[in-house]
Structures are given as C-alpha cells and as structure tokens.
C-alpha cells in the first residue's frame, strides 16, 4: 500500500530537478567551446575622426587560424583601402545565439555583446573625436580572436600635399589660402584629420584644422615677408613650403637738377629695379596729364613740359607681372616763364635823313613759336612783322630809340632796343 505513493513522489523530483536544470540552461549565456577560432574582419582599416566602420567575426568550432590575406572594399570609413583577415577559419559554426564579447582599445563597439548565426555575427565600430590605432578584438568562452587595427584620423596619414594660393604674393605681401591634403598609403583623401599649421612668419587664420570631405584643410596667411609654412598631422607626416614674395620694383624718379621752367620741356628720370618684372610704369605728372611707359628696365628719360608756373606732385606706379603695384612721388617746383632773349642788330647807328636803315631781330630761348614782331622805330612809326628784318627811313635828324617784341605764342614776350642817331 505504500509503495505507489513513493514511487509518485520520485517520479515528481526527478521531473523537478530536469526542469530546474532547463531553467538554469536557458539563463547562462552560450559560450564557444574549447578550440574555437573567432576571425574579425573589416572592409575598411581607415576611418575618420568620428566615422564608424562595420566589424564582422565569425566563430568556427575546431577550426584551424585563417591564413591573413588582403583585398579592398568600400565600408562607411573613406575610400577604399585593405581589409583584415580576408580568409576564415574551415570548420563548423557555432551554435546559433554563442555570444561573442568585443573590445576595443579606442573608440566604443555597439553592441558589446552580440550573438551569432550561424556562425557570424555583425557590429559597429564609431571611432569618436580622437585619432589613433583601435585594436579590435572579439572573446567566447575561452576563445579570443585576432587583433583587428583600424587607423583613425590622423593615423592613416601616410603623405601631405601642402599648396598656396597665391603661390607668390606681392612685394608688399598679403593674404594667401593655404591648403593641406592628406591622404592615406592608397592615396585616398582622409576626412577629419586633424592638421597643424605653423608659420615662421605672418599670421594664420587658424592653426589647427579638421580635414574635409575631400581630405583638404585650409587656412590663411597674411605676411609682409618670404614665410615658410608647415603643415603637419603627426610627427613623420607633415609638407613644408614657402610662400614668396615678389622681388620689389623699387621704381624711383629723379628730377632735373635745376628747377624747370613753365614752357620749357625738362628730362626727368625713372628707373625699376634689376629684377623687377615689369609690365607697365604709370606717370601722372600731376598737371592733369597721364603717361604709359609700357615694361621697362633699367632707367629712361622722360621729357615733360609744364605750361604754368607752380608746385606739382609726379606720381609714378609700377605694374609688375601680378598685377600688383609699388608707387612713388615726388614734388617739382616750376619757375615761371622767361621771356625769350632778343639780339637787336641794326645795319647803320648813325644814318643820315632819308637813308634806308635795316633791323634784324634774333631770339634765343623761345618757350614757343614766335608769332611776330613789333617795331617801334621811336619818330612815332610803329609797324608789325612775321619774320624778323625790316627796314626803316628817318624823315628828320635826332637820337631815336627803336625797340622790336618778339610775341610768342604762349608765355611771356622777348624785348630789346637799340639808339639810331640820324644826321642831316
């Protein structure tokens, strides 16, 4: 009679503990067992700063280590660039939902834990604001995988290109945009990458700066002298160039030694430097005129008049291949004009009444043409001319002063006289 109730009641322990050991089972995670080979893969090892990359594992039970090849593909970091661990592990999956645990010495992996299927299983890697190597490793139970090494930011640089625009500034200097782009050992241009500029001369708009999408950061220098500027990402890589300066025109202008006269064309000198790569000289002479002198080199000699008297400022621009320009000036006093000398020659002093006398007039120092001359003969006959003889006849015997006025087309008229004593 008592027989069946233990029996019952057996049977009820033995029901209990196997479903306390399902329980127990479905709690505790499901790691990879003793021999199991975890490979990583990338499709990318470059990222930029803050970018993010697919990571891959694949978990093969008893399977041997995967030989370590190379290939490209194109993932969410820039360009295209070798992958890690191109060649799995042979074998057999894992149990579907092993849960594989990864690690990452920069940056942060989503998920940390995930589970496989059949075999695999798929995460994130987001690199953060930092640059450096991550080392990605993934574990199960016992098992590790290989060390996965992405390069982040400025640890993918491998060459700079630093350029200038302008490459030559004037030779009073400027502003230049300077450009550095970095890229990676395939040449792909690099996306957020920190880049250090320095100067040994001028200012920069910024020293430091973040590459763009086209792996290029840019700055501006602004330098009154030759500059050297460095740009560098990491201690090996960084380009160097220098940012020169246009050799100077050095124009001048001398004056004449004596101050010129109103009227009277003086020679003034204008000169540029040696080296100066000259396309135009500009003169304004300050009196409302302009003259083009074209390239020149060396010095040349400009004549120029002034009509009036008076103070003047010359001001003279060089153009050089650029198109940049260096002025100078200088002030000229001019003196007003002088009339014109007259040589008066007569052919007889002392005449007697009713004799032909003949007058010849000579100017020297004439500012323009001589329009005519004036005669007054002093008896009271006074007569005009354009060449410059005439003749006279005294009608009665006295002293007389004859007195001729070469008339000038602008500026001031030349004089001179004589006495002419008639006898009877």
């Known amino acids: 009679m008592l027989t069946r109730p233990l029996r019952r009641a057996s049977l009820v322990l033995v029901f209990g503990a196997a479903a306390l050991a399902a329980s127990a089972c479905d709690k505790m995670p499901l790691v990879a067992p003793t021999g199991t080979v975890i490979t990583l893969f990338a499709n990318n090892t470059v990222l930029p700063i803050d970018g993010s990359i697919e990571i891959t594992a694949i978990a ?4 041997s280590a995967p030989s370590t090849g190379t290939g490209t593909g194109t993932g969410t970091g820039t360009g295209t660039s070798t992958s890690a661990g191109a060649t799995a592990a042979q074998g057999t999956p894992v149990h579907n939902g092993t849960v594989l645990t990864f690690t990452t010495t920069l940056g942060r992996i989503e998920p940390q834990e995930a589970r ?18 991550a080392t990605v490793r993934a574990f199960s139970g016992g098992a590790a995988s290989n060390e996965l090494k992405l ?3 400025a640890a993918a640089a491998k060459t700079v290109f630093l350029s200038s625009t302008p490459q030559t500034l004037s030779s009073a200097g400027g502003t230049a945009q300077i450009s550095a782009r970095v890229v990676d050992v395939n040449g792909t241009n690099l996306a957020g990458v920190p880049v250090t500029f320095t100067a040994d001369n001028g200012t920069l708009s910024n020293s430091t700066v973040l590459t763009d999408a086209s792996g290029v950061a840019t700055t501006s220098l602004t330098t009154s002298r030759e500059t050297k500027v460095t740009a560098t990402v990491t201690g090996d890589v960084k380009a160097e160039m220098t940012v020169r300066l246009n050799p100077r025109v050095n124009v001048t202008i001398t004056p004449p030694a004596t101050p010129p006269t109103a009227g009277i064309s003086a020679n003034y000198t204008i000169a540029v430097g040696a080296n100066a790569n000259v396309q135009n000289v500009r003169v304004n002479w300050g009196d409302g005129s302009v003259q083009d002198l074209g390239a020149i080199s060396g010095s040349v000699t400009v004549p120029h008049r002034y009509t009036n008297d008076g103070d003047y400022t010359i001001t003279v621009t060089a153009f050089d291949a650029s198109g940049n320009t260096e002025t100078v000036a200088s002030g000229v ?4 004009q002088q009339p014109p000398g007259v040589l008066l020659a007569v052919s007889d002093t002392t005449p007697q009444v009713g004799q032909q006398v003949n007058f010849t007039a000579t100017v020297s120092g004439a500012t323009s043409t001589i329009l005519r001359y004036e005669w007054d003969f002093g008896d009271g006959t006074t007569k005009t001319t354009t060449g410059n ?36």
């Open 116 to 133: 496989t299927h059949n075999g695999q299983v798929t995460v994130r890697l987001f690199a953060g604001g930092a640059s450096g190597v």
């Open 151 to 153: 390069n982040v930011g």
């Open 389 to 424: 003889q005439t003749s006279h006849t005294y009608g009665a015997a006295g002293t007389f002063t004859v007195t001729v006025t070469a008339v000038q087309s602008s500026g001031p008229s030349g004089q001179n006289s004589t006495t002419v004593v008639v006898s009877i």
């Open 333 to 336: 006093s001019v003196l007003p």
């Open 60 to 63: 093969i039970e008893a399977g």
